[in-house]
């Protein structure tokens, strides 16, 4: 949908800010989202409950993403983008804030709701806001600017979460939002434009509620099933039921008139093998930072604490690449890196499979280094790829999109890394299928070797690829 022309004198200026403040509000979310698993322990003390009690509120979070992400460009296009930035932006903050204020299960899973609410308004219009500000030869340069701190906060997240954990209280954890949300509002008022649609359309209210109860299902089922104590079969049938309801939607989306998701982007070849099978990858490369945290503690025995401190490692290797992203994509194109870096990604993460207690430190800390080196390049590559030959009226749709598959990427990699957990302990243990297990290294070395190799999936259909895709993005 044709965005109305902006107005705003300070456009030049805005366009070259904005991606900075997509960005920051983009690392308070998934910041948020990855310390919050260390503090669960003490979380549960302070509650007097178990810590799958006060999981109910991650739970809750992620569920209020996946009903809420596709509806975003809907209200952003009818009230404004300005606004339900700011707004989304202002209700994460307040939230946040209820969040370390809670002094019970039920009154923080309520607050996460809230939470979900915002963060599912904030980062997909967000990134909407650079696609239609930004000019095709910055593209590149925006899109790797907002993309980072999806890169490197879950790397980072279990170490700053351990840190404040240990040294103050899992309150700070969600106080850490205010200052980033209190900047971000500023900044919001004075650089990003309030722009709506040209013409109102009608809510596709049928294909609000089939996506969202397809994605519901989804992302709660294969929740369900990273859980060790939860019945496979159970998870799998919740699984099974999501995935009709989706061909479901599907079927409505793809004959109603102006669908609340619009899939005629997945009709732009290059969009659709960065989106589609670049998920497999990204499910694969974001099931590394639940696996190896685990590794780190139950098989190494080291505390939470010092397996954050060795994710760092991770995250210097995802920042050192920042600075090379750009040009390395320039110099051999799109096609080239997500063959040859996607190679490289998939084999950082089987060398995780040859790490024991008894390795050297130096052999470890070069694994986590490669591992963040190639997660870097390939993330930032595959998003970038995804807006090369978006056309104007489709960024709305093609940025929801995008937000939906990587949250239900996010969340489907985690789960992959748990279920080839359990299955490769079902086996080698002889256990079943209830109740929980404690894992071997020979389990943790499996879930690596399986994950490598879907990560590796889609240069299948990298090599498919025009040796020129993205090149007007690429050399602009």
Same mark, same amino acid.
């Given at each position: 949908?044709?965005?109305?022309?902006?107005?705003?004198?300070?456009?030049?200026?805005?366009?070259?800010?904005?991606?900075?403040?997509?960005?920051?509000?983009?690392?308070?979310?998934?910041?948020?989202?990855?310390?919050?698993?260390?503090?669960?322990?003490?979380?549960?003390?302070? &509650?007097?409950?178990?810590?799958?009690?006060?999981?109910?509120?991650?739970?809750?979070?992620?569920?209020?993403?996946?009903?809420?992400?596709?509806?975003?460009?809907?209200?952003?296009?009818?009230?404004?983008?300005?606004?339900?930035?700011?707004?989304?932006?202002?209700? &994460?903050?307040?939230?946040?804030?209820?969040?370390?204020?809670?002094?019970?299960?039920?009154?923080?899973?309520?607050?996460?709701?809230?939470?979900?609410?915002?963060?599912?308004?904030?980062?997909?219009?967000?990134?909407?806001?650079?696609?239609?500000?930004?000019?095709?030869?910055?593209?590149?340069?925006?899109?790797?600017?907002?993309?980072?701190?999806?890169?490197?906060?879950?790397?980072?997240?279990?170490?700053?979460?351990?840190?404040?954990?240990?040294?103050?209280?899992?309150?700070?954890?969600? !106080?850490?939002?205010?200052?980033?949300?209190?900047?971000?509002?500023?900044?919001?008022?004075?650089?990003?434009?309030?722009?709506?649609?040209?013409?109102?359309?009608?809510?596709?209210?049928?294909? &609000?509620?089939?996506?969202?109860?397809?994605?519901?299902?989804?992302?709660?089922?294969?929740?369900?099933?990273?859980?060790?104590?939860?019945?496979?079969?159970?998870?799998?049938?919740?699984?099974?039921?999501?995935?009709?309801?989706?061909?479901?939607?599907?079927?409505?989306?793809?004959?109603?008139?102006?669908?609340?998701?619009?899939?005629?982007?997945?009709?732009?070849?290059?969009?659709?093998?960065?989106?589609?099978?670049?998920?497999?990858?990204?499910?694969?490369?974001?099931?590394?930072?639940?696996?190896?945290?685990?590794? &780190?503690?139950?098989?190494?025995?080291?505390?939470?604490?010092?397996?954050?401190?060795?994710?760092?490692?991770?995250?210097?290797?995802?920042?050192?690449?920042?600075?090379?992203?750009?040009?390395?994509?320039?110099?051999?194109?799109?096609?080239?890196?997500?063959?040859?870096?996607?190679?490289?990604?998939?084999?950082?993460?089987?060398?995780?499979?040859?790490?024991?207690?008894?390795?050297?430190?130096?052999?470890?800390?070069?694994?986590?280094?490669?591992?963040?080196?190639?997660?870097?390049?390939?993330?930032?590559?595959?998003?970038?790829?995804?807006?090369?030959?978006?056309?104007?009226?489709?960024?709305?749709?093609?940025?929801?999109?995008?937000?939906?598959?990587?949250?239900?990427?996010?969340?489907?990699?985690?789960?992959?890394?748990?279920?080839?957990?359990?299955?490769?302990?079902?086996?080698?243990?002889?256990?079943?299928?209830?109740?929980?297990?404690?894992?071997?290294?020979?389990? !943790?070395?499996?879930?690596?070797?399986?994950?490598?190799?879907?990560?590796?999936?889609?240069?299948?259909?990298?090599?498919?690829?025009?040796?020129?895709?993205?090149?007007?993005?690429?050399?602009?």
């Amino acid at each position: 949908m044709q965005a109305l022309p902006n107005t705003n004198s300070n456009l030049g200026k805005s366009s070259i800010v904005l991606p900075f403040i997509v960005a920051a509000t983009y690392f308070m979310e998934t910041l948020d989202t990855t310390v919050i698993a260390t503090a669960l322990p003490q979380m549960a003390h302070s &509650f007097q409950v178990g810590p799958n009690e006060v999981s109910l509120g991650m739970t809750a979070y992620m569920l209020t993403l996946a009903v809420l992400v596709p509806i975003s460009a809907w209200i952003a296009d009818r009230y404004g983008t300005r606004t339900v930035f700011a707004a989304a932006v202002l209700i &994460f903050t307040i939230a946040s804030i209820l969040c370390g204020c809670a002094d019970s299960v039920l009154s923080f899973t309520a607050a996460r709701v809230l939470q979900g609410a915002g963060g599912a308004m904030m980062v997909p219009v967000g990134r909407m806001i650079v696609a239609r500000n930004t000019e095709q030869k910055y593209m590149m340069r925006a899109i790797s600017t907002i993309t980072w701190p999806a890169i490197v906060a879950p790397v980072i997240g279990p170490s700053v979460g351990g840190f404040i954990t240990t040294y103050a209280s899992w309150h700070w954890v969600f !106080f850490l939002n205010i200052p980033f949300g209190l900047a971000a509002l500023t900044a919001i008022a004075a650089f990003v434009p309030n722009q709506f649609a040209e013409s109102s359309r009608r809510l596709d209210l049928k294909g &609000f509620l089939l996506s969202g109860m397809s994605l519901v299902s989804l992302l709660y089922g294969t929740e369900l099933a990273s859980r060790p104590d939860t019945n496979l079969a159970y998870a799998t049938a919740i699984v099974g039921a999501g995935l009709f309801i989706g061909l479901i939607a599907i079927s409505h989306l793809r004959s109603t008139p102006h669908p609340i998701l619009n899939l005629a982007v997945f009709r732009i070849r290059t969009y659709r093998t960065s989106v589609l099978w670049g998920g497999f990858a990204r499910a694969g490369i974001e099931a590394i930072p639940y696996l190896s945290p685990l590794l &780190f503690q139950i098989a190494f025995g080291l505390s939470s604490f010092q397996s954050g401190l060795l994710l760092l490692v991770t995250a210097i290797g995802n920042l050192g690449m920042k600075a090379f992203t750009t040009p390395i994509i320039r110099r051999f194109g799109f096609r080239a890196v997500a063959i040859g870096n996607g190679t490289l990604v998939g084999v950082s993460i089987l060398a995780f499979a040859t790490l024991a207690p008894s390795t050297p430190w130096l052999q470890l800390f070069l694994v986590l280094f490669a591992y963040g080196l190639s997660r870097s390049l390939q993330l930032s590559a595959m998003t970038t790829l995804s807006y090369a030959d978006i056309e104007t009226d489709l960024k709305s749709a093609a940025s929801t999109l995008w937000s939906t598959m990587q949250q239900m990427t996010t969340g489907l990699g985690i789960a992959f890394g748990a279920v080839c957990l359990r299955l490769s302990n079902l086996m080698h243990a002889g256990g079943n299928l209830f109740g929980e297990h404690r894992f071997a290294i020979t389990d !943790f070395h499996w879930a690596f070797t399986v994950t490598a190799l879907l990560t590796v999936l889609p240069t299948i259909a990298y090599w498919r690829l025009p040796h020129d895709a993205g090149r007007s993005i690429a050399h602009g």
